[in-house]
Nanobody, 127 residues
Framework: QVQLVESGGGLVQAGGSLRLSCAAS????????MGWFRQAPGKEREFVAA???????YYADSVKGRFTMSKENAKNTAHLQMNSLKPEDTAVYYC?????????????????????WGRGTQVTVSS
C-alpha cells in the first residue's frame, strides 16, 4: 500500500473545468494502476476513470469525452482533467491505486481490486 493525497477540488459553475491531482508515495509509481472514483450524497461510490501503468485509459460512460486521466511518473502524480462539468458531477472524488502486481486480477472499475485509497476531495458544480 501507498499513501495517496488528492487536491484540486472546489466549487465551479456548470460548464467549467477543474483539474484534480493525486500525489502518491512509493518508488515504483510508474508501475501502479491508478483510478478515480466518486461518491455523491446518498449514492454509492462509482467508477470515474483509470489508467494502467502502460498508459491505457478507461472511462465511465458518463464522463467519456469530458474527463481525461493522465500520469506524471516523474512527479508520482496522477491527474484528472474535468471539462464541461455538470451539476451531476458533484461528489467527493477519491484517488485509488493498485500497487501490487501479484494481487490478482485488476479491473479498472472494480473498487475492491485497488489496494490504496486517498481521503477524497470535494467537487461541487453549481447550475
Amino acid at each position: 500500500q501507498v499513501q495517496l493525497v488528492e487536491s484540486g477540488g472546489g466549487l465551479v459553475q456548470a460548464g467549467g473545468s477543474l483539474r484534480l491531482s493525486c500525489a502518491a508515495s512509493g518508488r515504483t509509481f510508474s508501475t501502479y494502476n491508478m483510478g478515480w472514483f466518486r461518491q455523491a450524497p446518498g449514492k454509492e461510490r462509482e467508477f470515474v476513470a483509470a489508467i494502467e501503468g502502460n498508459g491505457d485509459t478507461y472511462y465511465a460512460d458518463s464522463v467519456k469525452g469530458r474527463f481525461t486521466m493522465s500520469k506524471e511518473n516523474a512527479k508520482n502524480t496522477a491527474h484528472l482533467q474535468m471539462n464541461s462539468l455538470k451539476p451531476e458531477d458533484t461528489a467527493v472524488y477519491y484517488c485509488a491505486a493498485r500497487t501490487d502486481p501479484f494481487g490478482g486480477l485488476w479491473y479498472p472499475s472494480g473498487a475492491s481490486t485497488y489496494d490504496s485509497w486517498g481521503r477524497g476531495t470535494q467537487v461541487t458544480v453549481s447550475s
